[in-house]
Protein backbone atom coordinates (compact mmCIF):
# COMPACT_ATOMS: atom_id res chain seq x y z
CA UNK A 1 0.00 0.00 0.00
CA UNK A 2 1.33 3.53 -0.91
CA UNK A 3 2.44 5.62 1.94
CA UNK A 4 0.02 8.88 2.25
CA UNK A 5 1.38 12.26 1.94
CA UNK A 6 1.81 14.20 4.41
CA UNK A 7 -0.41 16.98 3.66
CA UNK A 8 0.15 19.54 6.20
CA UNK A 9 3.53 19.38 4.95
CA UNK A 10 2.37 19.68 1.21
CA UNK A 11 0.01 22.47 2.21
CA UNK A 12 3.12 24.55 4.02
CA UNK A 13 5.39 23.65 0.91
CA UNK A 14 2.81 24.71 -1.84
CA UNK A 15 2.23 28.37 0.36
CA UNK A 16 6.42 29.06 0.26
CA UNK A 17 6.33 27.76 -3.52
CA UNK A 18 3.59 29.97 -4.85
CA UNK A 19 3.81 32.94 -2.35
CA UNK A 20 7.07 33.66 -1.53
CA UNK A 21 9.35 31.66 -4.02
CA UNK A 22 6.98 32.36 -6.70
CA UNK A 23 7.91 28.95 -8.73
CA UNK A 24 4.62 28.31 -10.02
CA UNK A 25 5.55 25.56 -12.31
CA UNK A 26 6.51 23.45 -9.29
CA UNK A 27 3.25 24.77 -7.45
CA UNK A 28 0.71 23.81 -10.26
CA UNK A 29 2.32 20.00 -9.32
CA UNK A 30 -0.04 20.22 -5.99
CA UNK A 31 -3.22 21.33 -7.52
CA UNK A 32 -5.82 19.37 -8.79
CA UNK A 33 -7.21 20.12 -11.90
CA UNK A 34 -10.67 20.80 -11.01
CA UNK A 35 -9.60 22.49 -8.01
CA UNK A 36 -11.86 24.96 -6.74
CA UNK A 37 -10.80 28.21 -4.85
CA UNK A 38 -13.06 30.89 -3.15
CA UNK A 39 -11.80 33.62 -1.35
CA UNK A 40 -13.75 36.67 0.68
CA UNK A 41 -16.55 37.50 -1.61
CA UNK A 42 -15.06 36.85 -4.97
CA UNK A 43 -16.37 35.00 -7.27
CA UNK A 44 -15.29 30.98 -7.08
CA UNK A 45 -12.10 30.16 -9.21
CA UNK A 46 -12.72 26.76 -11.20
CA UNK A 47 -9.46 25.11 -11.78
CA UNK A 48 -5.98 25.00 -11.48
CA UNK A 49 -5.61 26.66 -14.97
CA UNK A 50 -7.89 29.84 -13.65
CA UNK A 51 -6.11 29.38 -10.19
CA UNK A 52 -2.90 29.77 -11.13
CA UNK A 53 -3.50 32.89 -13.54
CA UNK A 54 -5.01 34.65 -11.07
CA UNK A 55 -2.21 33.96 -8.80
CA UNK A 56 0.70 34.71 -10.73
CA UNK A 57 -1.21 37.99 -11.89
CA UNK A 58 -1.43 38.67 -7.82
CA UNK A 59 1.99 38.03 -7.38
CA UNK A 60 4.17 38.78 -9.86
CA UNK A 61 1.74 42.22 -11.08
CA UNK A 62 -0.25 43.67 -7.98
CA UNK A 63 1.89 42.65 -5.53
CA UNK A 64 5.07 41.51 -6.68
CA UNK A 65 7.16 42.65 -2.97
CA UNK A 66 4.81 40.73 -1.05
CA UNK A 67 6.06 37.75 1.51
CA UNK A 68 3.94 35.01 3.10
CA UNK A 69 4.46 33.94 7.59
CA UNK A 70 2.77 30.82 8.42
CA UNK A 71 1.66 31.41 12.03
CA UNK A 72 -0.07 28.34 12.62
CA UNK A 73 -1.25 25.01 11.27
CA UNK A 74 -3.70 22.46 12.18
CA UNK A 75 -4.36 19.22 9.99
CA UNK A 76 -7.55 17.17 10.44
CA UNK A 77 -7.88 14.15 7.76
CA UNK A 78 -7.47 15.47 4.64
CA UNK A 79 -8.40 18.94 5.08
CA UNK A 80 -5.26 22.12 6.37
CA UNK A 81 -5.83 24.94 8.09
CA UNK A 82 -3.46 27.49 7.61
CA UNK A 83 -2.83 30.81 9.61
CA UNK A 84 -0.78 33.73 7.92
CA UNK A 85 0.64 36.95 8.00
CA UNK A 86 0.84 38.63 4.64
CA UNK A 87 3.20 41.87 4.17
CA UNK A 88 5.00 43.61 1.54
CA UNK A 89 1.58 44.57 0.57
CA UNK A 90 0.71 47.70 -2.22
CA UNK A 91 1.60 51.12 0.32
CA UNK A 92 2.62 48.70 3.31
CA UNK A 93 -0.67 46.84 3.78
CA UNK A 94 -0.01 44.06 5.97
CA UNK A 95 -2.75 41.30 6.46
CA UNK A 96 -3.33 37.95 7.94
CA UNK A 97 -5.56 35.43 6.74
CA UNK A 98 -6.99 31.69 6.94
CA UNK A 99 -6.31 29.63 4.19
CA UNK A 100 -8.77 26.43 4.84
CA UNK A 101 -7.82 23.78 2.07
CA UNK A 102 -9.20 19.89 1.44
CA UNK A 103 -6.89 17.96 0.03
CA UNK A 104 -6.84 14.43 -1.76
CA UNK A 105 -5.41 10.76 -0.75
CA UNK A 106 -2.70 11.65 -3.38
CA UNK A 107 -2.01 15.27 -2.16
CA UNK A 108 -3.00 17.36 -4.19
CA UNK A 109 -5.15 20.11 -3.58
CA UNK A 110 -9.00 20.17 -3.87
CA UNK A 111 -10.06 23.42 -2.16
CA UNK A 112 -8.85 26.23 -1.20
CA UNK A 113 -10.89 28.85 1.23
CA UNK A 114 -9.18 31.84 2.44
CA UNK A 115 -10.52 34.60 4.47
CA UNK A 116 -8.17 37.80 5.23
CA UNK A 117 -8.72 41.29 7.19
CA UNK A 118 -6.44 43.92 7.45
CA UNK A 119 -4.12 44.81 10.11
CA UNK A 120 -1.79 47.63 8.74
CA UNK A 121 -3.10 50.08 6.10
CA UNK A 122 0.81 51.11 5.73
CA UNK A 123 0.73 55.03 4.27
CA UNK A 124 -1.62 56.92 3.61
CA UNK A 125 -1.69 58.09 -0.16
Not at 6 to 20: E, H
Request: contains cysteine; charged residues 25%.
Amino acid sequence: MPKKPDIKATALALIDLMCNKRDFANGATYLSPNMEQYQDDKPALQGSEAFLANFKTMLTELAPESHVDVLDAVCEGNKVWVYVRISGLPGGMVKEGVDMTVWSDEGTLISLRNFQRVLETGKAA
